[in-house]
Structures are given as structure tokens and as C-alpha cells.
């Protein structure tokens, strides 16, 4: 029971930052565009 | 760690709240996502660079700044700091019957943040340490019957790295050293703390001392900045809300000041996590195998977890200067971390306010009570806690009625969110005035939305910990 207790913890406070990580991750494939139209220009 | 007082900050049990707690983290940087376009679309001209300063009625502002004014607000808060000294060393040593650690603690350091937000830099008027220096001044001036010596030009490189430390050393007091809410302990801090301060300011002046180095000055000082209100010489004027704050002078140690502002705030609140009550003891068992004695040992385990909280705010708000640099606009990751670090102070606002405001409304009912209308609490009447009754008022329970758990949360919610829209229309108004393109602009933010919708998250993430 303790570990899936700890478990829950965690992924309770994975879903608090669950935006920042979707945020980064938009943020990270913006780039890797932009960097590649760069590239094209 | 010293939290002893009654109310800790967030020991309320949440029921019946529409959807889960963190779906609330989901909507908040929806709210912050869906402001940033906004801003974007409908805030194209920088509009808070200028305070647009207006002055009040000559006769408010002659009144208010008028020297009888002055010498009683400066002995007020004189008599509050012998107070808190007295009541220290002569009172009863419970951190909750005792004057000291209810006056430092919660009206002092989290009662005059949303004063200073509504009515300005009020702390300048009633602080103790300027008030003496000044009387200090004056007498020295009438006795040498001329001018006296001018004091050491105050040196730019040290900007407002004085005031961090002083903040990182009440942050210290507060929440790492095992005794810091101890009555005696603290009236001797206050001691320490004086005596520095009146070396300083005999050295830089007092006016130099108290604008860039007294921490406590500096700290009131940057939340006074969001204010509308703002004195000027013997005018008292409005300005814009939030304008204050654009035209704070980014002085050395800025960032560091802000760091340790939002980082202790972090590790209070992270401190009841399961996280760290699990690294804790393995800390301070490391501390003990060295050599520090078992005393000091948990204590030195805190120190580690406030100094990595301050660092991780630092490391994070560097991340998104580093982003804003990468976009180009020929601006050096320096000039980008001072350009934009007024920015977090409204978010430094929303940590204060989300995390102690338990705290303020509850335990600061020991000095105000509020029932059905405000009138002074226990401590008024007892300060030493030795069953004195000098105002009647000793027999005044703490009303928990004021605010129910689940409106706690919405505040704590609404602060966080609201803390950081302010930060982003800072940011964004900061970036059309430096940037000569629009374009580059709102590119540049896109670092400072993670920035600020990293923040919202951890905040309602430690504000969830109080719960667990």
C-alpha cells in the first residue's frame, strides 16, 4: 500500500506542473521551428 | 521550523471544493495563457514606463509629510521596537502569549505587505531606525551649533545586496534556527540588528542607508511600488498602479533581494511537503556524522533547504532570461535579468499573501481582533503574557469565523493568479519599451509566460502541501 501511497503523492504533484511541462515542451517545438525556417531562409 | 505560533499557515482542512485542487493550477495558467494574448492584442504601446505622478491637494500632502507627523509616526514605531525589545527579554517565554513574536512575525513582516500595497511606502514614516538616526542626526547638527562631517559616498557596487542578506537573515530566524520565534532570542535579533543599522548609517548616511541598505526599508519599499499612492518631496500624488515598480532602479543585488523574498516563502511552504520532511532527517544525519552537534544539525539541514529554494527561484528566473536573450534584440543575459526582475516582485506579492494569509487573519487577531468590528486583541492588553489586562481587551478569543477553508483557498487562488497577470503585463509593457520590434517583443515573453506559469504552478503545488 505505502509505495502506491507515495505513488499518488507523486503524481498529484506531477499534475500541478503538468502546464509548465505542456508549456515548455510548445515552447521547445517553437524553436526547433523557427530554427529550421531560419535554416530554410 | 520555529513556526510555533497558534496558526500555522494553512492547518484547514479543504471540503466540498467543485474540482480537485490542482485542476485549479490547470485553470490559473489557462488564465495566464489567455492574458498573455490579450496583452498582446490589445496592449501594442508601452503604457507604465512613465508614473504619470498627479499631485493630491497641496494642503494632504503638506499635512501628512508635515514634521509633528513625522516625529509621531517615527516615535510609534520607536516605541514598537522597545516594546517588542522589553516584552522579550521581561515577558513570558511562550511565542504565542508574548508581544515580540506576534509583532515581528505577522503584523511586521506580512501585515505591512498589503499596507505598503494600498497605501504606499508607509513603513519610511514609522521606522524606528531612520526615526533615531535622524534624531541622532539633528542632535549632533544643533550641538556642533553647524554642519557635521558628510558621511562615505555609499558604494554603487553595493546597491541592494545589504538588504538581501538582512532579508536571508530574518528568513533565517524564521525558519531555520530552532528557537527564532523564542521571545529573548528575538529581542536579541532586534538588538543585533540595530546596532548594525546605526554603524551603517553613521558610515553612509542616513538617507543612503535607509533607500538602498536598511533591509526592512527595502523590502516595504519594493511592494510600495505597486501602490498608486507615492510621496514626492512634501507632495503626496497618485501615479499609476503597477508604474511604481517600472521605474525601480535595477541596482546590484536586485536579483538576489527578489530571490530571497519568493525563495523563503518557497521553503516555508515546502518544508511541510512530503518531499522534504523525507530528505530532512537524512540531512541532518549527514550534518551529524561530520561533526555539527545534534542541536544544530536539523538546523543546518533547513539552511541547505532555504538557500537550494532561493537558488532554484534565481535558477529559474535566469532560465527565462536566458530564453528572452536567445531571441536576439542585442541585449546581454545581464542587461535582461535587471531589465526585467520588477517584474516578480507582484509575484513575490501573491507568494506573501496566498501563503501567510491564514496567518495574518488568524494569529494577527492576538494584536486586532476582528469581530463584529476591529478592536485590540489579548496581546494589546497583556503583552509579557503575565496576566495583565491594560486595555480590557485579554479575554478577546480568536474569532476563526472570519474566513472558512474553502474561501481561504479561493483568496490563496485569486492572489496567486492575479499576483502573476501583474508580473506579465510588467513584463510585456518592459519589452515594447526596450525592443524595436514588436515581433521580437512578444517573442522574448513567450520565456517569461514559463516563467510565470512555473511560479503559479509551484505556488498552488506548496500552498496544496499545508493540506497533505
Same mark, same amino acid.
Given at each position: 500500500?505505502?509505495?502506491?501511497?507515495?505513488?499518488?503523492?507523486? !503524481?498529484?504533484?506531477?499534475?500541478?506542473?503538468?502546464?509548465?511541462?505542456?508549456?515548455?515542451?510548445?515552447?521547445?517545438?517553437?524553436?526547433?521551428?523557427?530554427?529550421?525556417?531560419?535554416?530554410?531562409? | 521550523?520555529? @513556526?510555533?505560533?497558534?496558526?500555522?499557515?494553512?492547518?484547514?482542512?479543504?471540503?466540498?471544493?467543485?474540482?480537485?485542487?490542482?485542476?485549479?493550477?490547470?485553470?490559473?495558467?489557462?488564465?495566464?495563457?489567455?492574458?498573455?494574448?490579450?496583452l498582446?492584442?490589445l496592449w501594442p504601446e508601452p503604457r507604465l514606463q512613465e508614473e504619470g505622478w498627479r499631485p493630491l491637494p497641496d494642503w494632504f500632502g503638506r499635512v501628512i509629510t508635515s514634521t509633528p507627523v513625522d516625529?509621531?509616526c517615527?516615535?510609534?514605531?520607536?516605541?514598537?521596537?522597545?516594546?517588542?525589545?522589553?516584552?522579550?527579554?521581561?515577558?513570558?517565554?511562550?511565542?504565542?502569549?508574548?508581544?515580540?513574536?506576534?509583532?515581528?512575525?505577522?503584523?511586521?513582516?506580512?501585515?505591512l505587505v498589503p499596507t505598503s500595497v494600498i497605501l504606499g511606502d508607509l513603513f519610511r514614516a514609522f521606522?524606528?531606525?531612520?526615526?533615531?538616526?535622524?534624531?541622532? @542626526?539633528?542632535?549632533?547638527?544643533?550641538?556642533?551649533?553647524?554642519?557635521?562631517?558628510?558621511?562615505?559616498?555609499?558604494?554603487?557596487?553595493?546597491?541592494?545586496?545589504?538588504?538581501?542578506?538582512?532579508?536571508?537573515?530574518?528568513?533565517?530566524?524564521?525558519?531555520?534556527?530552532?528557537?527564532?520565534?523564542?521571545?529573548?532570542?528575538?529581542?536579541?535579533?532586534?538588538?543585533?540588528?540595530?546596532?548594525?543599522?546605526?554603524?551603517?548609517?553613521?558610515?553612509?548616511?542616513?538617507d543612503?542607508?535607509i533607500d538602498?541598505?536598511?533591509?526592512?526599508s527595502v523590502?516595504f519599499n519594493l511592494f510600495s511600488r505597486i501602490s498608486i499612492f507615492e510621496r514626492r518631496g512634501r507632495q503626496i500624488g497618485v501615479r499609476k498602479l503597477l508604474s511604481g515598480l517600472a521605474s525601480m532602479e535595477p541596482?546590484?543585488?536586485?536579483?538576489?533581494?527578489?530571490?530571497?523574498?519568493?525563495? @523563503?516563502?518557497?521553503?516555508?511552504?515546502?518544508?511541510?511537503?512530503?518531499?522534504?520532511?523525507?530528505?530532512?532527517?537524512?540531512?541532518?544525519?549527514?550534518?551529524?556524522?561530520?561533526?555539527?552537534?545534534?542541536?544544530?544539525?536539523?538546523?543546518?539541514?533547513?539552511?541547505?533547504?532555504?538557500?537550494?529554494?532561493?537558488?532554484?527561484?534565481?535558477?529559474?528566473?535566469?532560465?527565462?532570461?536566458?530564453?528572452?536573450?536567445?531571441?536576439?534584440?542585442?541585449?546581454?543575459?545581464?542587461?535582461?535579468?535587471?531589465? !526585467?526582475?520588477h517584474t516578480?516582485v507582484p509575484?513575490?506579492l501573491?507568494?506573501?499573501?496566498?501563503?501567510?494569509?491564514?496567518?495574518?487573519?488568524?494569529?494577527?487577531?492576538?494584536?486586532?481582533?476582528?469581530?463584529?468590528?476591529?478592536?485590540?486583541?489579548?496581546?494589546?492588553?497583556?503583552?509579557?503574557?503575565?496576566?495583565?489586562?491594560?486595555?480590557?481587551?485579554?479575554?478577546?478569543?480568536?474569532?476563526?469565523?472570519?474566513?472558512?477553508?474553502?474561501?481561504?483557498?479561493?483568496?490563496?487562488?485569486?492572489?496567486?493568479?492575479l499576483?502573476?497577470v501583474a508580473g506579465?503585463t510588467l513584463a510585456h509593457d518592459r519589452?515594447l519599451a526596450i525592443?524595436?520590434?514588436?515581433?521580437?517583443?512578444?517573442?522574448?515573453?513567450?520565456?517569461?509566460?514559463?516563467?510565470?506559469?512555473?511560479?503559479? @504552478?509551484?505556488?498552488?503545488?506548496?500552498?496544496?502541501?499545508?493540506?497533505?
Amino acid at each position: 500500500m505505502l509505495p502506491i501511497a507515495h505513488a499518488g503523492h507523486w !503524481f498529484i504533484g506531477l499534475a500541478y506542473f503538468a502546464p509548465v511541462i505542456g508549456f515548455l515542451v510548445w515552447l521547445a517545438v517553437v524553436q526547433i521551428r523557427d530554427r529550421r525556417r531560419g535554416e530554410d531562409d | 521550523m520555529s @513556526s510555533v505560533l497558534l496558526i500555522a499557515h494553512g492547518l484547514v482542512v479543504r471540503s466540498d471544493l467543485p474540482i480537485p485542487e490542482w485542476l485549479f493550477g490547470w485553470a490559473a495558467a489557462m488564465v495566464l495563457v489567455i492574458s498573455f494574448v490579450g496583452l498582446a492584442v490589445l496592449w501594442p504601446e508601452p503604457r507604465l514606463q512613465e508614473e504619470g505622478w498627479r499631485p493630491l491637494p497641496d494642503w494632504f500632502g503638506r499635512v501628512i509629510t508635515s514634521t509633528p507627523v513625522d516625529i509621531v509616526c517615527g516615535a510609534f514605531g520607536v516605541f514598537l521596537l522597545g516594546l517588542t525589545v522589553y516584552s522579550g527579554f521581561q515577558g513570558t517565554q511562550s511565542s504565542t502569549a508574548n508581544f515580540a513574536p506576534t509583532l515581528v512575525y505577522v503584523i511586521f513582516w506580512i501585515g505591512l505587505v498589503p499596507t505598503s500595497v494600498i497605501l504606499g511606502d508607509l513603513f519610511r514614516a514609522f521606522n524606528p531606525w531612520r526615526a533615531i538616526g535622524r534624531a541622532v @542626526s539633528w542632535v549632533a547638527r544643533t550641538a556642533a551649533r553647524g554642519p557635521i562631517p558628510a558621511p562615505l559616498e555609499y558604494p554603487a557596487w553595493l546597491g541592494r545586496w545589504p538588504a538581501a542578506a538582512g532579508i536571508l537573515a530574518f528568513a533565517t530566524m524564521e525558519l531555520v534556527v530552532s528557537e527564532g520565534s523564542k521571545p529573548e532570542n528575538l529581542a536579541i535579533a532586534a538588538l543585533v540588528y540595530s546596532a548594525l543599522t546605526f554603524v551603517a548609517m553613521a558610515l553612509y548616511g542616513v538617507d543612503a542607508w535607509i533607500d538602498r541598505g536598511e533591509a526592512y526599508s527595502v523590502y516595504f519599499n519594493l511592494f510600495s511600488r505597486i501602490s498608486i499612492f507615492e510621496r514626492r518631496g512634501r507632495q503626496i500624488g497618485v501615479r499609476k498602479l503597477l508604474s511604481g515598480l517600472a521605474s525601480m532602479e535595477p541596482l546590484p543585488g536586485t536579483v538576489a533581494l527578489v530571490a530571497v523574498m519568493i525563495g @523563503s516563502v518557497t521553503f516555508d511552504g515546502a518544508a511541510e511537503a512530503p518531499l522534504w520532511t523525507n530528505i530532512a532527517p537524512h540531512l541532518s544525519d549527514f550534518f551529524h556524522n561530520i561533526g555539527v552537534a545534534q542541536e544544530h544539525a536539523l538546523e543546518a539541514a533547513f539552511f541547505v533547504g532555504l538557500m537550494a529554494s532561493i537558488l532554484i527561484i534565481y535558477g529559474f528566473y535566469w532560465l527565462g532570461v536566458v530564453g528572452a536573450a536567445s531571441v536576439g534584440g542585442g541585449f546581454s543575459k545581464r542587461q535582461l535579468g535587471y531589465t !526585467f526582475i520588477h517584474t516578480l516582485v507582484p509575484i513575490a506579492l501573491a507568494y506573501v499573501m496566498a501563503h501567510y494569509l491564514t496567518l495574518l487573519l488568524f494569529q494577527g487577531q492576538s494584536l486586532i481582533y476582528l469581530g463584529p468590528y476591529p478592536k485590540l486583541g489579548v496581546l494589546a492588553s497583556d503583552p509579557l503574557g503575565t496576566g495583565s489586562n491594560i486595555f480590557g481587551t485579554a479575554e478577546h478569543a480568536i474569532n476563526f469565523n472570519v474566513i472558512t477553508s474553502n474561501e481561504t483557498w479561493y483568496c490563496q487562488v485569486a492572489f496567486v493568479v492575479l499576483g502573476h497577470v501583474a508580473g506579465l503585463t510588467l513584463a510585456h509593457d518592459r519589452a515594447l519599451a526596450i525592443y524595436d520590434k514588436a515581433r521580437l517583443a512578444v517573442r522574448s515573453q513567450y520565456w517569461m509566460l514559463g516563467v510565470m506559469i512555473g511560479f503559479t @504552478s509551484l505556488a498552488l503545488w506548496l500552498l496544496s502541501q499545508a493540506n497533505t
